[in-house]
T-cell receptor, first 110, second 112 residues
């Protein structure tokens, strides 16, 4: 069983809609959760970190964590074509150890 | 977040040659890692670069193929030795800062 699982997509949403990206993880002792955005040909960029159950909002992005269900999600409100990228979920339960999902490809259609 | 500079940003290499990638961080960091991302794939950890000692390699990666140096807390190199087309990838330097992992711009290697 993979540590971190994501639907590979592609996920397509119209401009202005909410994009919902989901991630599940296997290790119950995981403590830290991250979302990265990776544009084609570029390196991953950290966009959100979340450490406790509930929602964390940053601009148009909201990360949601449910440790009981071992589930973390990223919502992108008012999606823009510039949000088109691959989104990587990462989980850490030991400082310095990070487990990455395979990423979800998002396309925002103008 | 830390500023991480890698060079070269890209290179085209001949089979059988070796290439060294440099990673420079703008601040001292304890944890530094090297990742590989093959075309269309997610990230694979190659090794942890340990300051002043031998790197810690993940399963499937060996020192003879991927020698790593880390002479101080701001600099590391990764060498890809005796390259084959299967080594064509993006190689990423990354560091941990306040518990978060940050990546350099990556080095895109194409082996012919």
């Amino acid at each position: 069983q993979k540590e971190v699982e994501q639907n590979s997509g592609p996920l397509s949403v119209p401009e202005g809609a909410i994009a919902s990206l989901n991630c599940t993880y296997s290790d119950r002792v995981s403590q830290s959760f991250f979302w990265y955005r990776q544009y084609s040909g570029k390196s991953p960029e950290l966009i959100m970190s979340i450490y406790s159950n509930g929602d964390k909002e940053d601009g148009r992005f909201t990360a949601q964590l449910n440790k009981a269900s071992q589930y973390v999600s990223l919502l992108i409100r008012d999606s823009q074509p510039s949000d088109s990228a691959t989104y990587l979920c990462a989980v850490s339960h030991v400082v310095g150890q990070f487990y990455f999902g395979t990423g979800t490809s998002l396309t925002v259609i103008p | 977040s830390a500023v991480i500079s890698q060079k070269p940003s890209r290179d085209i290499c001949q089979r059988g040659t070796s290439l060294t990638i440099q990673c420079q961080v703008d601040s001292q960091v304890t944890m530094m890692f090297w990742y590989r991302q093959q075309p269309g794939q997610s990230l694979t950890l190659i090794a942890t670069a340990n300051q002043g000692s031998e790197a810690t390699y993940e399963s499937g990666f060996v020192i003879d193929k991927f020698p790593i140096s880390r002479p101080n807390l701001t600099f590391s190199t990764l060498t890809v030795s005796n390259m084959s087309p299967e080594d064509s990838s993006i190689y990423l330097c990354s560091v941990v800062n306040t518990g978060e992992l940050f990546f350099g711009e990556g080095s895109r290697l194409t082996v012919l």
